[in-house]
């Protein structure tokens, strides 16, 4: 069952800050977050394991909610590199190790 | 750059028709899967595998057959395509052996048209 991302879509300006967050309904081990542009593969940004912890790459960061099966995506301060598809990714406890289950994905747009 | 590559990048073929999509990896990474990308779904699992030979199913596994018999090659068939199968393609590796911390990177996709 893929998770659910919320919202679809967003549109900023230039220096504006958003949230995008992905729920399971699945107890997980850990959450990996990829950024698509348009025409081009997903790109890693980062990865949450289950104990909450909070991590960062340049202006995005993102957290894990263990007790809610949800992780969210903070982008501050967003740049016209940021537009793009988020995707996030999930894997399971107890599923098997390397797969993940990935939902349908936030846009984003920034605009000046 | 985790030194994938997927061949064909395009292809148009018509329904009926056998199909197979390769990715290559230069890294001898274990773990290699096919996705398959298309609006309103984000990425969905066909296969994947986990070494030489052994291969698993994903979630829209059906219509679609793997082989992996070296570690560089993972490939995709489609024995006899049809229109819902028209998608975009993705491989990609896994860069650990099988633990809960491993990172997937995505080979460059592969745009399959089913006419």
């Known amino acids: 069952q893929q998770p659910v991302q919320s919202p679809q879509a967003v549109i900023l300006r230039e220096g504006e800050d958003a949230v995008i967050n992905c729920s399971s309904s699945?107890?997980?081990?850990?959450v990996h977050w990829y950024r698509q542009k348009h025409g081009e593969a997903p790109v890693f940004l980062m990865i949450?394991?289950?104990?909450?912890e909070q991590k960062g790459h340049e202006k995005i960061s993102a957290s894990f909610n263990e007790k809610k099966q949800q992780s969210s995506l903070y982008l501050t301060a967003s740049q016209l590199s940021y537009s793009g598809t988020y995707f996030c990714?999930?894997?399971?406890?107890?599923?098997?190790?390397?797969?993940?289950?990935f939902g349908t994905g936030t846009r984003l747009q920034v605009t000046l | 750059d985790a030194g994938i590559t997927q061949s064909p990048r395009h292809k148009v073929t018509e329904t009926g028709t056998p199909v197979t999509l390769r990715c290559h990896q230069t890294?001898?990474?274990?773990?290699m899967y096919w996705y398959r990308q298309d609006p309103g779904h984000g990425l969905r699992l066909i296969h994947y595998?986990?070494?030489?030979?052994?291969?698993d199913k994903g979630e829209v596994s059906d219509g679609y057959s793997v082989s992996r018999s070296k570690t560089e090659d993972f490939l995709l068939t489609l024995e006899s395509a049809t229109s819902s199968q028209t998608s975009v393609y993705f491989c990609?590796?896994?860069?650990?052996?099988?633990?809960?911390?491993?990172?997937?990177?995505f080979g460059p996709g592969t745009r399959l048209t089913v006419l």
């Open positions: 990609a590796i896994s860069t650990s052996s099988g633990g809960a911390t491993d990172t997937q990177y």
């Open positions: 699945k107890a997980l081990y850990s």
């Open positions: 949450l394991l289950k104990g909450g």
């Open positions: 990714g999930t894997q399971r406890l107890g599923g098997t190790a390397s797969k993940l289950t």
């Open positions: 890294e001898n990474h274990r773990y």
């Open positions: 595998s986990y070494g030489v030979k052994d291969t």
